[in-house]
Structures are given as C-alpha cells and as structure tokens.
C-alpha cells in the first residue's frame, strides 16, 4: 500500500510539473545579419562607405510560439508591419529584408518582434555614414 501511494505521490508531481509549455520560457529573437546568414548575434551596426546611402537591412526574427506581428521603424518612425506569416516555411521564423535609402546621417532600424503570447522583443540596427 506504501509503494502504491509513494507512486501515486510521484506520478502526481510529474505530471503536474509537465503543465508548462517548454516554449512559454522563450519569447521572440531578432539577429542581424550581412552577408547570407547570421554570423554573430552582436552585429548591430555598420559604416557605409563615402558616397553610399543605401543599405539592406537583413534580420532573422524568430519566435518559438509563433510570430504575431513584426514592426519596423526607421528613426523612431513607423516603417511597416509585417503580421501574414502563412507564406513562410514555418511560422516561428521569417528572415526580413528591408532596404533602407536616402541615408545621409546617422539612420536607426528598430525591429519590434511579437509572438502569439504577446510577447515582445525589440533590436535596433545603427548605419553610420
């Protein structure tokens, strides 16, 4: 009779624990790239060279509940929302493409990634000329 309810006792506790959703831990992530992937999670700024004043920003947004929305500022001004994701391979992931002209002065990309829990991330991108 102890064994049976020792066993219940810890069947109990195990499955009460199994309630959280693993991916509940983890909210959205946005890393800028340059070339064709991401090569370091710190790549949050670059120089142009003299006479340049264009620039594609490149980011990998993803999301382990799924993206919700993806917002896109320039200077602290609204850019674009991106919020359809059904066109992506999965939709915990999308690689963003945002090319950036007109850059005379010091230009900040900020990229506000939410995922379908509602939580936010945000990163911002510096070009410096």
């Known amino acids: ?5 020792f066993l219940s006792l810890c069947l109990f506790a195990f499955l ?6 693993f991916f ?3 909210g959205p992530e946005v890393l800028f790239y340059q070339y064709d992937d991401v090569e370091t999670a710190d790549f ?3 120089t142009l060279p003299a006479g340049t004043s264009s620039y594609t920003v490149k980011a990998r947004v993803s999301a382990p509940n799924k993206l919700a929305q993806i917002d896109i500022y320039r200077n602290d001004s609204p850019v674009r929302s991106i919020t359809d994701f059904s066109q ?6 999308y690689f963003l493409s945002e090319e950036v002209t ?7 990309i900020k ?11 945000e990163k911002t991108f510096t070009i410096n000329v």
């Open 24 to 26: 509940e831990r983890f």
């Open 88 to 93: 992506e391979v999965k939709e915990t992931e």
């Open 111 to 121: 990229v506000i990634a939410t995922d379908k829990n509602g939580k936010k991330y």
């Open 1 to 5: 009779m102890k064994k049976i309810l």
């Open 102 to 108: 007109n850059i005379t002065a010091v230009t900040k």
């Open 44 to 46: 949050i700024s670059i």
């Open 16 to 21: 009460s624990c199994q309630k959280d959703d």
